[in-house]
């Protein structure tokens, strides 16, 4: 079945630093694949997604590229601020049957001034 | 827009005893999915609704969850009887449609702890 491995945490690092988290995953065919953020107290929030093969999401400076031939679509982002502090979903949708969301088990980010 | 809203926020309760949530989706998404979040893990469906019929509902646990959504729109799930592992925080989402790229709006969850 569908799965999504994902960087364990947790990370810490320094504001301004640059960030990369890990995600690859198995599917059949070509699945969506998102980026999911959870803050603390609220609940998950869609931050980018990618439909096919190449293609780049980018929301509030972070970027994932769907990397078809390695199965990868690693979360970055050049600069990070103390707001980024929280859980971050890796996550594809399979385009067969019911279309379901198949999760990470999530890394938690700490940045610290 | 109102978001996904979810009650109670938190909930405890002993091992045997009976609990429900409930979720109000954003107004007009005919999709509803219920997730469980275990500690440490990501979230996993448990129940996907169309308007008031039931799409996925594979990882229920049949045995003791139960769920519905009367006239397709507010849902409830219920867990009778609770047992230890079912602690965790249970998502609702909704979606326009369950298909192509309409996303999955989530609620901000109820977190339950079964003593």
């Known amino acids: 079945g569908d799965s999504v491995t994902q960087m364990e945490g947790p990370v810490t690092l320094s504001e301004e630093a640059f960030l990369t988290i890990n995600c690859t995953y198995t599917a059949t065919g070509y699945p969506s694949l998102f980026w999911y953020v959870q803050y603390p107290g609220e609940g998950l929030q869609l931050l980018l997604k990618a439909t096919k093969a190449d293609d780049k999401g980018s929301n509030k400076g972070f970027e994932a590229t769907y990397r078809k031939e390695t199965t990868s679509f690693h979360l970055e982002k050049g600069s990070v601020q103390v707001s980024d502090s929280a859980v971050y979903f890796c996550a594809l949708r399979s385009n067969f049957g019911n279309e379901k969301l198949t999760f990470g088990t999530g890394t938690r980010l700490t940045i610290i001034p | 827009e109102a978001g996904v809203a979810q009650s109670p926020r938190y909930k405890i309760i002993e091992k045997r005893q009976s609990v429900a949530f409930w979720c109000n989706p954003i107004?007009?998404?005919?999709?509803l999915y219920w997730y469980q979040q275990i500690l440490g893990q990501g979230p996993k469906l448990l129940i996907q609704?169309?308007?008031?019929?039931?799409?996925?509902d594979s990882q229920l646990p049949k045995d003791r969850f139960s769920a519905e959504r009367l006239k397709g729109v507010d849902s409830t799930l219920k867990i009778q009887p609770a047992k230890l592992e079912d602690s965790a925080v249970y998502l609702c989402a909704s979606s326009l449609a369950p298909r192509g790229r309409y996303e999955q709006y989530f609620g901000p969850g109820t977190r339950l702890t079964v003593t």
């Open positions: 609704f169309q308007n008031n019929g039931v799409v996925d």
């Open positions: 107004s007009g998404h005919a999709t």
